[in-house]
């Protein structure tokens, strides 16, 4: 099975950026489509962007409205969440999750069969 880590969360002022990164061993990233999710404190996690295999398809939450970017660099192993214009309500903790199903995206937690521990998002007002 796959391994995920991600890195590069932070606090940061609103109307800044962050680029989050996952990255995965144990096995080839190609064998997976790849997801970020997000949980805000109180809520449930939600789905913030997708990416198959060879990054052909790419899925956004509608509420993102441009403002995030993913890919992935399948040679070394790590798929990127670019983050720019951050708002507060942006922040949640930030996971990095991989499903089975290398060439389809489905924006649901239970489509991704592994996860990372997760990365804090914190955006000042």
């Known amino acids: 099975q796959v391994q995920l880590v991600e890195s590069g969360g932070g606090l940061v002022q609103a109307g800044g950026s962050l680029r989050l990164s996952c990255a995965a061993s144990?096995?080839?990233?190609?064998?997976?489509?790849m997801g970020w999710f997000r949980q805000a404190p109180g809520k449930e996690r939600e789905f913030v962007a997708g990416?198959?295999?060879?990054?052909?398809?790419?899925y956004y939450q509608d509420s993102i409205e441009g403002r995030f970017s993913i890919s992935r660099d399948n040679a070394k192993n790590t798929v990127y969440l670019q983050m720019n214009s951050l708002k507060p309500d942006d922040t949640a903790v930030y996971y990095c999750?991989?499903?089975?199903?290398?060439?389809?995206?489905?924006?649901?937690?239970?489509?991704?069969?592994?996860w990372g521990q997760g990365t804090q998002v914190t955006v000042s007002s």
């Open positions: 999750a991989a499903s089975t199903n290398p060439g389809r995206l489905i924006a649901t937690t239970s489509a991704f069969a592994y």
């Open positions: 144990g096995r080839t990233l190609s064998r997976y489509s």
């Open positions: 990416i198959t295999w060879n990054s052909d398809t790419l």
